[in-house]
């Protein structure tokens, strides 16, 4: 526990909070509950919804739902970002904003003028991630330019910190800090009672999930056998359409389409193989779930997922399209057939699995428990850290 004299009054700004669930969204509201767990004070700053309070308590966590927007959208927006700072400037000494947004000017804007930290974190690289996407905005100039004023930037992959100085960032503001597990939460499954190869999918049903992909390798499977049972778990607006092609390749009885749940754990448990074929990612919290959970992992080479899976394995086989790692296979992002071949590899090899999971069991308990990351966090807004 923190010292009452060292703590701290802290503001977390997201677009969206809980009980949306998503990636930032989750790892938004992990970390709130550390830093309350440490002694600190937490505020979360969200967007307005009109089927949710404008402010209550979650967890201990204060979260208001005041960012709105109305005639001029990225104006206003900021507006109401700025109100909430000027009226609740005597409950916050750091700010952290999640991701780099409209929010983010203001906030860097006001802590800079009253002498309050601020920070912000990038959720992902590339034509998807953070930088790319702010400069669609009439003010996307404005906003990389506050960013640059800000006290610390925190990239949570190596692709996103590469990103940030070819973007110009000060390399002595930028903080490599990941996302975290809580492992205590999500703990290694008993040994399981079937002899079914389970495949686990668990995510938003987008487009950019790859889920298509999936969806064609498991067909690929169907050719080589049919003794395997597929679960993804989600909602979103591809699942229409991916449970007409599941259809449509024959594979009605190996695929089961399951809604979205906060209790994801016994999907993980029951699974010898979790897959994320994603085109696009920052560090995906299902990954370092099913890691936890000693799941063996086969996931598409982009953004933090490189730095999960860890070095290519030396003497393996290796195909042109898929690399054995030390924790797990990555896949290029849409290659189906080099999918199916993974998954043959390790529905024939238990001993593979094995030795994958728990190599990577072995990385979340040295890198990425969810105790080490907020303790990274509190360095940073204490000043200890970068």
Not at 5 to 26: D, H, V, W
Not at 45 to 51: G, H, I
Not at 181 to 209: E, H, N, Q, W
Not at 284 to 289: C, G, R, S, Y
Request: proline share 4%; charged share 20%.
């Amino acid at each position: 526990m923190t010292h009452a004299a060292s703590s701290k009054k802290i503001l977390l700004i997201s677009s969206l909070f809980y009980p949306t669930i998503g990636g930032t969204e989750n790892e938004c509201r992990k970390l709130a509950g550390k830093f309350l767990e440490r002694g600190h004070e937490v505020t979360v700053l969200t967007a307005y919804r009109e089927d949710l309070p404008a402010h209550e308590v979650i967890d201990g966590i204060q979260v208001y739902r005041f960012i709105k927007s109305w005639h001029l959208f990225e104006f206003s927006f900021m507006l109401s970002v700025l109100s909430f700072l000027i009226k609740h400037r005597k409950h916050f000494q750091v700010v952290i904003c999640f991701g780099l947004y409209l929010f983010t000017a203001p906030a860097i804007i006001f802590c800079r003028l009253t002498g309050r930290k601020v920070f912000f974190r990038l959720e992902s690289a590339g034509k998807t991630g953070d930088l790319y996407r702010i400069v669609q905005l009439r003010c996307g100039s404005f906003i990389r330019q506050c960013a640059k004023m800000a006290h610390g930037v925190i990239a949570i992959s190596e692709q996103i910190r590469k990103e940030l100085l070819v973007n110009g960032f000060n390399p002595a503001k930028i903080s490599r800090i990941p996302n975290g597990v809580d492992t205590a939460v999500f703990t290694p499954a008993p040994p399981k009672d079937s002899a079914m190869f389970s495949i686990c999918y668990i995510g938003r049903l987008a487009a950019g999930k790859g889920l298509d992909t999936l969806i064609q390798a498991l067909a690929g499977l169907k050719k080589h056998t049919s003794r395997f049972q597929a679960t993804i778990v989600g909602s979103g607006e591809a699942k229409v359409s991916l449970q007409q092609q599941a259809l449509a390749l024959g594979l009605k009885k190996q695929i089961v389409f399951v809604e979205e749940t906060d209790n994801v754990v016994p999907y993980y448990h029951r699974s010898d193989v979790f897959v994320l074929p994603s085109h696009s990612e920052g560090m995906p919290l299902t990954l370092l779930e099913a890691m936890a959970c000693g799941v063996c992992t086969i996931a598409s080479q982009v953004g933090g997922i490189v730095d999960l899976m860890g070095p290519q394995q030396t003497g393996s086989p290796q195909q042109e399209d898929y690399r054995i790692c030390s924790n797990g296979i990555m896949i290029a992002p849409g290659a189906d057939h080099a999918l199916t071949a993974a998954l043959i590899l390790l529905k024939n090899n238990q001993h593979m699995r094995k030795k994958l999971a728990g190599n990577a069991l072995q990385t979340i308990a040295d890198t990425y428990t969810l105790d080490r990351v907020i303790q990274k966090y509190i360095d940073l807004v204490s000043g200890t850290g970068v």
